[in-house]
């Protein structure tokens, strides 16, 4: 069926007319944060009437995507070109780009250039902080006065010195007067995750993408939360639509998503991706640091970290955990005293000795000092926290171990899933003494079985018949000791054998132990050249002969 128009051609051809409304300006763009859109209206207009007023407001643009360099760029441009006028605050404006870019002595020499301002006051106050010149960051903190930009600064300092709750105040107290300062929600959020208050960084954060659902940093934080709260996929999924989002762009938020999803992914692509943001993203050195420990590239994570002069815990933490390896490593007591000193100096601190990685710092300092009933205080203090962590669970049971506790060390071992754990020596002798020391020495015997041929079975074997020897536990040492003098007929060995099979002999008398051993006994007797096995066996045989015992 062919329908009728409703309404006739127009005189003008059908020719749609254009409103002035719908012409975007420029305020439209920046309202709504669209950088990029504002950059192609400004370009459209400077090709018709090229002015400064337009490339100061592209250079903002850039400034805002993250495009530091560009922005840079064309302050540069204009303050060296001979323009009759130029603003006042092109040079601090130049400055703020050189901040960004990481060049900190360049701003500082552009600034020593450029008028007196607030805004210099701020970027030299962020300087002295970023080149670790606390002298003068002291000064120039004397010069911020009570106005929002100045305390946002100093706020900002705080959060990047872990003072963490002085940020949260000095945030809250911005935005009870200033409700519609909604982006300081994201850095109140920021804050609480740094305090591992996952929870309430979520239910602040959600204020903010509620109203900018389409937040780079708001989202990355939201997934950075999931991750903590649950798992590496949850923050993954999170991530998804934002690195779809960004995946052609080359910013810094495109940087510091590559360098989270790395982390999400349990360190898949940490080579290809962290390298190169060593010196962009302060995590990407301490997270690069840890693939290496997880790798086993002990020395690797040292030279990476070794001249790194530690200003927040998470650094002092690391660098002690990287030396107290390298010490137990190499034997170097050095570096042992340097990781002992970095873990009580923020596990001591005010700070920090409540949080959860202060106490875990406090713990590994006392495992150094070999204080273990100390190390249980404070890993009792946060062992519902990590009930399932392998690493956490092996810490455990170590420091139950040497503290005597033999029951708790043993469900803390088995509570290990981790294979590489499993099959470390530490961990299967570790293991083996408790097993014995919990009159469980089959399980012990057990492990040895499971063991290929070498020096570390060998050890084992050792332990197993010491131990078991030293409990009474006597069957189980007669088979170990069997064992070690077939390997190395030394008479400590045979001796060893001697003394824990005649002690079984006077276990089975004593009814403690099954008459059914006697001839396995005899047999493990026979396994030797020592012509006092002979006389061992007729007193045995004897006995089973008095008491109807065929062996």
């Known amino acids: 069926m062919i329908l009728s128009r409703t309404k006739p051609v127009s005189a003008d051809g059908g020719k749609k007319s254009v409103s002035k409304r719908d012409t975007p300006k420029l305020e439209e763009f920046i309202k709504k944060r669209d950088y990029t859109g504002a950059v ?18 592209i250079a903002y643009c850039y400034f805002h995507l993250g495009d530091h360099r560009k922005a840079a760029t064309i302050y540069e441009d204009m303050q060296n070109k001979n323009l009759p006028t130029k603003p006042l605050e092109l040079l601090t404006y130049l400055a703020c780009c050189y901040f960004f870019l990481g060049m900190y002595s360049e701003a500082e020499k552009i600034l020593s250039r450029a008028p007196e301002s607030s805004l210099k006051t701020r970027i030299l ?32 300092i705080h959060y990047l010195r872990a003072h963490y709750q002085q940020a949260i105040d000095i945030y809250k107290k911005v935005l009870l007067s200033n ?28 204020v903010y993408l509620q ?29 998804k639509n934002l690195t779809e989002k960004l995946s052609g762009s080359c910013n810094f938020g495109n940087d510091l998503i590559q360098h989270n999803m790395v982390v999400f992914r349990a360190g898949e692509g940490a080579l290809q991706v962290l390298p190169n943001l060593v010196d962009v993203i302060p995590e990407a050195r301490l997270n690069l640091v840890i ?34 390896v390298i010490g137990q490593e190499t034997g170097s007591r050095e570096n042992i005293k340097i990781a002992e000193q970095y873990f009580h100096l923020v596990g001591s601190s005010t700070s920090e000795c409540d949080t959860i990685p202060g106490r875990q710092s406090m713990s590994s300092c006392f495992f150094l000092y070999r204080q273990f009933e100390e190390v249980l205080v404070y890993l009792n203090s946060i062992k519902t926290y990590f009930s399932n962590e392998d ?17 708790e060390a043993e469900e803390a071992f088995l509570a290990v899933r981790n294979e590489k754990y499993k099959n470390d020596y530490t961990y299967i002798s570790l293991l083996s003494y408790c097993y ?65 099979a005649c002690g079984t002999f006077q276990y089975i008398i004593a009814e403690k132990l099954p008459k059914e051993l ?21 007193v045995i045989r004897k006995w089973g002969k008095d008491n109807k015992i065929a062996c």
């Open 179 to 206: 409700r519609d300062y909604f982006a300081l929600n994201v850095y109140v959020a920021l804050c609480y995750y740094k305090l591992d208050y996952y929870d309430a960084a979520q239910e602040v954060l959600q």
């Open 391 to 407: 690493n956490f669970n092996m810490n455990y049971a170590q420091a139950q171990t040497a503290a005597g506790y033999y029951k």
């Open 40 to 57: 192609t209206f400004l370009e459209f207009n400077e090709s018709s009437s090229p002015n400064i007023e337009i490339d100061l407001w």
């Open 291 to 324: 693939y290496y420990l997880r790798h086993d590239e002990i020395q690797d994570a040292y030279e990476l970290i070794k001249d790194l002069e530690p200003t927040v815990p998470q650094e002092y933490i690391l660098k002690g955990i990287v030396n107290a």
């Open 436 to 500: 014995i020391m919990n009159k469980k020495s089959q399980f012990a015997w057990e492990l040895y079985m499971r063991m290929d041929t070498s020096s570390e079975s060998f050890n084992l074997l050792q332990l197993i018949g010491n131990t078991c020897y030293k409990v009474g536990d006597f069957w189980y040492a007669t088979k170990a000791f069997d064992m070690l003098e077939r390997m190395d007929s030394t008479p400590e060995n045979w001796e060893g054998k001697r003394g824990a």
């Open 125 to 156: 106050f962020h300087l002295c902080h970023k080149m670790n010149d606390d002298e003068k960051l002291k000064v120039y903190h004397t010069k911020l006065e009570d106005v929002i930009e100045d305390q946002l600064s100093l706020a900002s």
């Open 211 to 239: 109203r900018y659902p389409d937040s780079a940093i708001a989202i990355n934080l939201k997934a950075c939360n999931h991750f903590r709260l649950y798992n590496g996929k949850a923050a993954q999924a999170e991530m």
């Open 518 to 538: 006697l001839p396995e006994i005899i047999q493990l007797l026979r396994n030797t050249s020592n012509s006092q096995s002979e006389q061992i066996i007729r």
